[in-house]
């Protein structure tokens, strides 16, 4: 069967699959498998066989026709069919709940140098690791590749890969909210706080950052009260991330991250981290202007009790009654009705 011919019998076969003749299609395929002795026909028709069989839920049928469409690909000495059949079998075995083998094609694909498919077939790569990681119940992993697949989806308005990556998310979200249970239950404290990093992560993907803020904050408490550093990392990754994600970091967030990273490096003992952070914290204090106006010291370093006047001026309450006066130190205008910040 020559060029012509093999693509006529793949036209047809596609024609007899979109009317629902599932089984004639098939036929018609495995005859040009078969007779068909041009190897871009036959790598086409292997991709027909695979989505078909994987359609059909005959995964290991699925599986047979991605291992031959691979030596297709090696024979046809091209990346873009290369990188192709790989994610045929990463999916294959994906369905076959063989995680750690789909983990490992989706690498290779990854892996490969680059390709004219990568930026159509990378998001599709990127969720079938998501995908595998799920299934190991690797959420931290499986959030991230997500976070890829849902970029190239954006990035190449493909709006069928977006929707396959938020059924895969709300499957995330629905293991999280089981594991969330289970850690309630038991008391588990380190679980409750790797749920609500994932909670706060699966928001922030979303866009939703009011929602994700708070939960990395209790993620943050909770990462705390058990001194998991690697966790208050990973708090503060997550945090920075939603900065970014605003387009902009305000002074006062750019005050919180470097008191929370000063804690964590003085606890490590690494003292060159801990200066730049420390020198850091004090310019943005110096930035922002935020000083009490009687004392001196810089407000936010310690959990003092601050009072704002009608004015806008701030200072320590305590300083505000030791010095006794009925007006504002700074302008000296009235203070009465003062509101505590």
């Known amino acids: 069967m020559g060029q012509d011919q093999t693509k006529q019998q793949i036209e047809k076969g596609l024609q007899l699959y979109q009317s629902n ?37 005959r995964y ?17 000495e091209d990346a873009d069919f290369l990188l192709e059949s790989y994610l045929n079998l990463a999916r294959s075995n994906e369905k076959l709940c063989e995680f750690h083998k789909t983990i490992s094609y989706c690498k290779t694909c990854l892996g490969l140098p680059g390709t004219r498919a990568g930026a159509q077939l990378g998001g599709q790569v990127s969720l079938s690791m998501g995908n595998a990681f799920l299934g190991l119940s690797v959420f931290q992993k499986a959030l991230e590749s997500f976070e890829k697949a849902l970029r190239y989806a954006h990035n190449n308005d493909d709006a069928m890969l977006e929707c396959r990556v938020c059924c895969s998310l709300g499957s995330f979200y629905a293991q999280v909210k089981e594991s969330m249970k289970i850690a309630l239950q038991h008391g588990d404290r380190p679980l409750q706080a790797l749920c609500l990093l994932c909670f706060a992560d699966i928001h922030r993907s979303r866009g939703d950052l009011e929602t994700a ?49 000063e804690s964590i490096y003085r606890s490590k003992g690494l003292q060159r981290e801990l200066r730049a952070h420390v020198v850091r914290f004090h310019e943005c204090v110096e930035e922002t202007e935020l ?35 009925r007006s504002c130190p700074n302008c000296r205008r009235s203070s009465m009705k003062p509101g505590f910040v």
């Not at 904050?217 to 994600?245: H, P």
């Open 21 to 57: 003749q599932t089984e004639k299609a098939l036929q018609v395929w495995t005859k040009v498998l078969e007779k068909s002795s041009d190897l871009m026909g036959r790598f086409r028709v292997l991709g027909c066989l695979v989505t078909a069989h994987s359609e059909m839920g």
């Open 213 to 261: 803020f708070p939960r990395y904050d209790s993620a943050m408490s909770i990462m705390t009260e058990i001194g998991n550093r690697l966790g208050q990392v990973q708090a503060l990754l997550g945090v920075a991330k939603c900065w970014v994600a605003r387009k902009a970091l305000d002074k006062l967030s750019q005050l919180k991250l470097h008191c929370l990273s």
């Open 60 to 76: 290991k049928e699925m599986l047979k026709f991605a291992v031959v469409q691979i030596d297709t690909a090696r024979e046809l």
């Open 291 to 325: 000083y009490c106006g009687l004392c001196g010291e810089s407000i936010g370093e310690k959990n003092s009790r601050l009072q704002a006047l009608p004015c806008s001026h701030i200072f320590h309450l305590r300083c505000l009654q030791n010095n006794g006066t």
